[in-house]
């Protein structure tokens, strides 16, 4: 597989803003719940893996959101991060497949919802088994209750997601930006 110059910096270039969105600090609250914090960063992921593709939707969802993971402090959720974020960019890409042009707004909101909902699957998974077994004091009944932050930080990314991409998809900007 020929990887172009192009490419590598568009991948680059949505890592960074991954990276970017989810690091800000006035866009994120914190969770009381597990000491994470939500976020929209995962719009940025929607719209790399929608744009761009699995393998960018990956990398950039993964290393982007790592970054962020470790330039804020949070080290304890880095592992989890670039693979939970990694995955729902890799899955995001890969249901909306654009081999064919720009993929329907069906298939977009299916693929952000199923990416959303990895993600939320992906952290309960983490801090049920790995944050427990860091801090014994972590009760089941926390984990829980920070599902509903999580699947409201998947929602209000996916609707962010579908909104720029459709102002993005009626303008040339796309166009001639994958060309």
């Known amino acids: 597989m020929r ?4 490419k590598l910096v568009l991948c680059a270039l949505m890592t960074a803003i991954v990276f970017l969105i989810t690091f800000t600090p006035f866009l994120q609250i914190p969770s009381p719940m597990t000491q994470g914090y939500y976020n929209i960063g ?3 992921i929607m719209i790399a893996a929608i744009l761009l593709g699995r393998k960018v939707g ?3 969802g993964g290393i ?3 970054l962020a993971d470790v ?3 949070y080290y304890i959720y880095a592992p989890a991060t670039l693979i939970v974020k990694g995955i729902e960019g890799y899955i995001i890409g890969a249901i909306a497949n654009k081999k064919n042009g720009v993929p329907s707004r069906l298939r977009q909101a299916v693929a ?3 990416g959303g909902l990895e993600m939320v699957l992906g952290y309960f998974i983490y801090q049920a088994t790995v944050i427990r077994m860091i801090n014994p004091t972590l009760g089941m009944a926390s984990i829980i209750a920070d599902i509903p932050g999580n699947l409201i930080q998947g929602a209000i990314s996916a609707v962010l997601a579908l909104v720029f991409l459709t102002v993005l998809y009626r303008t040339n900007t796309v166009k001639n930006l994958l060309r």
């Open 58 to 60: 990956f990398i950039a």
């Open 64 to 66: 982007g959101s790592l």
């Open 42 to 44: 995962d719009a940025a």
């Open 71 to 73: 330039v804020t402090g």
């Open 3 to 6: 990887i172009t110059t192009k």
């Open 112 to 114: 952000v919802t199923a």
